[in-house]
């Protein structure tokens, strides 16, 4: 069959891709720009096809794909500002509506929130307002509503994980005392495939969740327990939204517009409705500790498929950073630097593509994580995304507070943008080339200033650079993992 993926990129999009390939579908993956997974492997398979739409604005044509079975509709967005998500929401559904149209698509599913309370947030509110316009259109949906998501690298298990393993005493908000009703990310996989193209399913919404029904306070304790750890919260009143959501920003990994999202969903119930989906699917939902526990194996053995740092919304500059592959030299500062690799070019390869996260920065990651800790003060994102995989790289992936244009391991290319709030945009790129018949590494960091602040900016830290710059090149070079 022929299956449409939007999102294909996102948490959930990056898991469901290989499933429906290994169903033997064929995939037409909707992406904002093709040039961006040019060099991905995920996306190299001869079943997957590249397709560039970006439902944030009007098609300036219908697709003209034919023979689509089936759409996912995966599309979450987000915004620095608040008033703008829900509309961005609303858009990209009517122009998906609009692009499929002639393709004449037999089923459309929708990955959802439950939103069984009268009052909801704006998030939960966006994604209900989604599945009602997805509906106006002629095609079946299949609506699966599902709440927090537990899994390797999912937002919800990643922040839970941070306040856990860094916080063994607690004074929280009273909203930790809410109801909710988790579920493993392999359940909710499991029902996006179970209902694909089950005809009994069209037209129907279901609400999906694990057996446990719990507050945030027992989750996280319970967190504590799969991990061996005592821990210890206390409720207060008195703690404001604002404050929860500067508590969350700082204390986890979370971005503060993701913060504040987060925080506005936690004063709403998230139980789900009975049905007997499970029972049609023959699902067994897994309870949250065994999700908790599935979920560590995968990063013990290094195999977390994706996470939700590697998605825009994790990002400053969202949509922006799309259009930064090609780096500037007019009104630019550069720092070039090189050296030649004396022995063993694809150690040295494989050093580069291990940087950042767990590994650090090979020279002064004191300084590195002050800088960290200074962007997380202005608002920035800060160090603490780390990176999905110890070893494997590919674009669009964060990289601490780097965003990956490109990592081309055949071009031995691997070029990063700066999400780090700055007077300026920032690129850092490292490629091997041949010179002179010797394998030689160049390191080319690039600045482009905004206005009188960002020249200062530049000057201001010229001095860190030959300490920071040279020694990272020289011990790319120079390091041996034993």
């Known amino acids: 069959m022929k299956i449409l993926l ?10 469901l891709l290989p499933l429906l390939i290994a169903e033997g579908h064929d995939v037409l993956c909707c992406v904002r720009n093709k040039s961006r997974f040019k060099d991905n492997q995920v996306f190299l398979h001869e079943r997957i096809t590249l397709l560039e739409v970006d439902f944030l604005n009007p098609p300036e044509q219908p697709t003209t794909e034919s023979g689509i079975d089936a759409a996912y509709y995966l599309i979450h967005s987000m915004s620095d500002n608040d008033a703008d998500f829900e509309a961005l929401e609303a858009a990209a559904a009517r122009n998906f509506l609009a692009w499929i149209a002639p393709a004449a698509v037999r089923q459309i599913i929708y990955l959802g929130g439950i939103t069984n309370e009268v009052q909801l947030s704006k998030h939960l509110s ?21 709440g927090i998501i537990v899994g390797s690298g999912s937002a919800s298990f990643e922040i839970i994980r941070d306040l856990v393993e860094k916080l063994p005493i607690m004074v929280t908000p009273k909203w930790l005392n809410t109801r909710i009703q988790p579920i493993a990310v392999r359940n909710v996989l499991a029902f996006l495939t179970g209902v694909l193209l089950r005809q009994e399913t069209f037209g129907k919404s279901y ?15 319970q967190f504590a327990e799969v991990r061996g750890l005592r821990r210890y919260i206390y409720t207060i009143p008195v703690m404001t939204p604002r404050l929860s959501s500067y508590w969350l920003y700082f204390v986890t990994s979370t971005s503060y517009k993701l913060a504040v999202h987060l925080v506005n969903s936690m004063k709403v119930e998230v139980v789900a409705s009975q049905n007997d989906l499970s029972e049609m699917l023959g699902i067994e939902p897994l309870s949250y500790k065994k ?37 500037p030299t007019h009104g630019c500062f550069i720092d070039k630097r090189s050296q030649v690799i004396p022995e063993n070019p694809e150690q040295v390869l494989a050093n580069i593509w291990a940087i950042g996260g767990k590994r650090g920065w090979y020279y002064g990651n004191w300084l590195w994580t002050i800088r960290g800790y200074l ?10 995304r780390g990176r999905t995989n110890a070893t494997d790289i590919y674009a669009g992936d964060t990289l601490d507070f780097w965003r990956v244009l490109i990592a081309n391991r055949q071009q031995q290319r691997l070029l990063l943008y700066a999400e780090m709030k700055l007077p300026g945009e920032a690129w850092l790129e490292f490629h091997i080339k041949d010179e002179n018949g010797k394998s030689t590494l160049f390191q080319t960091a690039t600045f482009r200033p905004k206005g009188l602040l960002g020249r200062l900016y530049w000057f201001a830290v010229l001095p860190f650079h030959h300490f920071i710059f040279n020694g990272m090149l020289t011990r790319l070079i120079r390091f041996r993992n034993t």
């Open 375 to 384: 962007d997380k003060l202005f608002g920035g994102v800060g160090l603490r």
């Open 207 to 221: 609400d999906i969740a694990g057996p446990d029904i719990l507050t945030y306070k027992q989750m996280l304790l």
């Open 6 to 15: 939007t999102g294909a990129n996102g948490y959930i999009g990056k898991r």
């Open 126 to 146: 966006s994604r209900r307002q989604v599945d009602t316009i997805l509906r106006e259109g002629p095609t079946p949906v299949t609506t699966l509503k599902a």
């Open 291 to 327: 999700a908790v526990e599935l979920a560590f194996q995968k990063i013990e053995q290094n195999n977390v498929a994706s996470s939700w740092k590697d998605a825009l919304i994790s990002s400053s500059n969202d949509p922006f950073i799309l259009q930064q592959i090609s780096v």
